[in-house]
């Protein structure tokens, strides 16, 4: 499809829904939000993205294959964990850590983060990996 | 993390699997990670006798509030069997399984069922338990349509829709649950029934969805019908993982369920759990000798077995539970290895149709006594595991005063007999009728992994039998817990 308008659009969108969804994620522990949330936000501005230029270019900007994106998912999600249980915790224990950085000023960064920020990206991946292949089945690739 | 590693070793080969392309990698994964498995309930046996019961809290979190682990003597018998059975299927699988099937991720679901059923095992939270059956249901879904032959698809939907439902009732009964107890914790919902003792019935309604859940799961009586109508589609590998692990996770569920909840209310219940164990059986049966097809009678079986466990949990004795865990063991190596046999005619002839099989025997005796070993147990001829089995039922039953139901499970021990005595002639001992003796593809490709593997299982079956004596006496020490539920509160919350 050659409408300029809607591919600037589109690719606007698409960074835009992207910022979200990673704003989504970071605030997800203590408010509404997650890595559930932010990948299904994510998958929309693909799925947009999609639409428009066919799913040769979601897999250009993916870079690897939806599999491997999902095999790092369950990677975050394994080390989180397994983490713990290496410090003395029952598996699964959150830690944290509290510091004051210049600028960003007092900062709480925990291994939840870490899982969710691995369902974030399974998540992501298997929805993309859905809707590639059903993209493919309907040769919706414009 | 002595619990925790059974659910991470399956995870990590998910996500190996997902990371890694090439299809033999994964293929020798698959085996490491299974043996791993069976190391890592290999050594639970020891730790859980001498700690009896194992409880981890996940996160720290204690344990009314958060997810606890937790697996006594029955859980982690349950988890050695099918460690065993799973590595066992799974090096079967790397010659049985055809290379489209594997290479779109045969392994991978298997792992996603191990972890289902690891998981159910050890879940000491009722909402968890769901979640762990959805873990296995997921995975077994796509197994079962994997490869997409119309058969298979036609199966699939049956097998998809009746679970689903199961799996509906099962979480709104939790819902119910919750919403008058307000606790999912298995050993906090145990000590508060006990106090409500005397309002249980408000309570009826949540704990008969909740078993309904379980009995279609399980494939009890009136809930059966979808198993026969799925197991056989599939490939064998995969109906024997089935037959082996899925069915038996229900009645794991059922017996924890009882022990720990409906006995207060054993009035009505029991009479429940002895008329569908019974009904199940002989229905079962009777519908088995009625089938033309190797794996649709076994299918049968597999109901007709499941009542015989039932049965022995509605005696509700330690010597009737000593023999539901033991039967049930039995059943889940029988079973499998019927399967196997089972996968091996398959690849040989490329049918299962009794009719126009035969010769079998004379085509390889070691299968043949292979299947004999497992028939013959399924059916309870001494000395195999599948006598003493039937044997413990049996004298519990007569001896908690249900001596018509015991009588009645004698007699369907015939019958079992009948349809075990059916395959045995048709398949591998009668002569193969002439008209189809031409049309069969002859397979060269080796099977000597398929063969190890139910090598494996036969010694296995035959050593219960020899060693039934200890193997009891394990049981018994796990029927001991369950029928102490007092214990397994205290283990899990905490003394008070």
């Known amino acids: ?142 | 993390m002595i619990l925790f590693a059974l659910l991470l070793i399956p995870f990590t080969y998910l996500m190996l699997a997902l990371l890694i392309k090439k299809a033999g990698i994964k293929k020798r994964l698959a085996i490491l990670f299974s043996t791993l498995n069976l190391l890592w309930a290999m050594a639970l046996v020891p730790i859980v006798q001498y700690r009896e019961i194992i409880v981890v809290q996940m996160g720290g979190w204690s344990a009314p509030f958060g997810i606890s682990l937790v697996a006594d003597r029955f859980s982690v018998l349950m988890l050695l069997v099918t460690a065993f059975i799973f590595f066992l299927i799974t090096v079967y699988a790397t010659q049985s399984v055809d290379k489209a099937r594997r290479k779109n991720g045969h392994f991978f679901f298997t792992f996603g069922i191990l972890m289902g059923v690891n998981g159910s095992f050890m879940a000491g939270d009722l909402f968890n338990l769901y979640v762990w059956f959805e873990v296995m249901l997921m995975s077994s879904f796509i197994l079962v349509s994997l490869g997409g032959e119309r058969k298979q698809l036609e199966g699939s939907i049956k097998y998809l829709i009746l679970n689903l439902i199961s799996s509906l009732f099962f979480v709104a009964g939790i819902g119910l649950l919750y919403g008058k107890l307000g606790s999912l914790n298995l050993a906090d919902l145990s000590q508060k029934m006990e106090l409500a003792r005397a309002n249980l019935a408000v309570l009826n309604p949540a704990l008969i969805l909740i078993f309904v859940g379980f009995s279609i799961k399980g494939a009890l009586f009136p809930f059966f019908f979808w198993l026969p109508a799925s197991y056989h589609t599939p490939p064998p590998a995969v109906s024997a993982l089935f037959a082996g692990l899925l069915t038996k996770v229900g009645i794991y569920s059922l017996i924890r369920f009882y022990t720990l909840f409906l006995y207060y209310d054993a009035g009505f219940w029991q009479q429940v759990v002895l008329w569908m164990g019974a009904l199940s059986m002989v229905i079962g049966v009777i519908a088995a000798s009625s089938q033309y097809d190797f794996r649709k009678i076994l299918s049968f079986h597999i109901i007709s077995q499941v009542g015989y466990v039932v049965i022995a949990l509605g005696f509700f004795t330690e010597a009737a539970l000593t023999a539901a865990i033991f039967f049930l063991v039995h059943n889940m190596l029988s079973k499998t290895n019927a399967f196997l046999v089972a996968g091996w005619v398959h690849r040989e002839k490329g049918t299962l149709n009794l009719k126009v099989l035969g010769d079998m025997f004379k085509k390889s005796p070691v299968w043949g006594i292979l299947f004999f070993i497992s028939a013959f147990s399924l059916a309870g001829l001494p000395p195999l595991s599948g006598f003493f089995g039937k044997y413990l039922v049996l004298q519990s039953g007569i001896e908690a005063g249900y001596t018509g139901v015991a009588m009645l499970a004698l007699f369907v021990g015939l019958f079992t007999l009948f349809s075990m005595v059916k395959i045995w002639l048709e398949v591998f001992w009668k002569k193969q009728p002439e008209d189809s003796a031409m049309e069969w593809p002859v397979n060269q490709k080796p099977a000597h992994w398929m063969l190890f593997s139910s090598l494996a299982l036969g010694t296995a079956i035959v050593a219960m039998g020899l060693w039934a004596a200890p193997i009891a006496e394990y049981c018994q020490a796990a029927a001991q817990d369950l029928l102490n539920p007092s214990k397994y509160i205290e283990y899990v919350l905490g003394p008070s």
């Open chain 1, 1 to 142: 499809m050659n409408n300029i308008i809607l591919e600037k659009i589109a690719l606007l969108f698409l960074r835009g829904i992207a910022l979200m969804s990673v704003f989504l994620l970071l605030r997800g522990h203590n408010s509404p939000g997650g890595g559930f949330i932010g990948a299904i936000v994510l998958a929309i501005g693909f799925i947009f993205y999609g639409i428009i230029f066919g799913s040769d270019r979601i897999e250009r900007i993916l870079y690897f294959n939806t599999r491997i994106w999902m095999g790092i998912g369950l990677g975050f999600v394994l080390l989180a964990a397994v983490w713990p249980v290496f410090l003395g915790h029952a598996p699964l224990t959150g830690l944290w850590y509290t510091g004051n950085w210049p600028l960003l000023g007092e900062i709480h960064l925990g291994t939840p983060l870490i899982f969710d920020t691995g369902i974030f990206i399974g998540v992501a991946g298997l929805i993309l990996s859905v809707i590639i292949t059903i993209m493919e089945v309907l040769k919706w690739n414009t």
